[in-house]
């Protein structure tokens, strides 16, 4: 089964405005990371965040991360028609070697 | 670098026909996964490779076989393919399996079975 669940499954926005995206899993993880989809393409890792840190920031790029909720939010800044995409979260449970990606956000931003 | 490559891009199977993809990185990375990807969905973990020489299963094993041949190649073999293994299949690789590397991706391979 998913260990992460994305929310919303889809999002359309205007290019400049924010888009928010939530990850929500079930068990105890060491780190959270997101990556991006184009197209059916390979993913492309964005940012990773440690179960000890509860924000970090990558460019236009802002991850949370509430263990105590078992959440994580990516919030991508000042949006661009060039960041259309799927975004996906994928937590590494503690103990394991195993990555266990959610159901991915569709981005999509409208020139 | 190339990074990770996949072959075939592209690869129609009848129900029963084997296959075997291959997957291989030039980035010295220990640890390979394969996943498969279905429409609207999340990637699912097939099989994965912590170091040489070790394999394990991850959520959908059931259906495939594996081998990490070297450091740098980890194939993916379907011995009878079925419809329900009709997917875009992604391999990954990273510096290591745990601790919070990221994983690279090649560019898949779409599979269908007819």
Known sequence: SQQGEEDPQALSIQEGENATMNCSYKTSINNLQW??????????HLILIRSNEREKHSGRLRVTLDTSKKSSSLLI???????TASYFCATESSGTYKYIFGTGTRLKVLA | NAGVTQTPKFQVLKTGQ???LQCAQ?????????YRQDPGMGLRLIYYSASEGTTDKGEVPNGYNVSRLN???FSLRLESAAPSQTSVYFCASSEYGTGGYEQYFGPGTRLTVT
Do not use: C
């Open chain 2, 71 to 73: 450091k740098r190649e």
């Open chain 2, 26 to 34: 030039d980035m010295n990375h220990n640890s390979m996964y394969w």
């Open chain 2, 18 to 20: 084997s296959m075997t």
């Open chain 1, 77 to 83: 800044t000042a949006s661009r028609a060039a960041d």
């Open chain 1, 35 to 44: 990556y991006r989809q184009n197209s059916g393409r390979g993913l492309v």
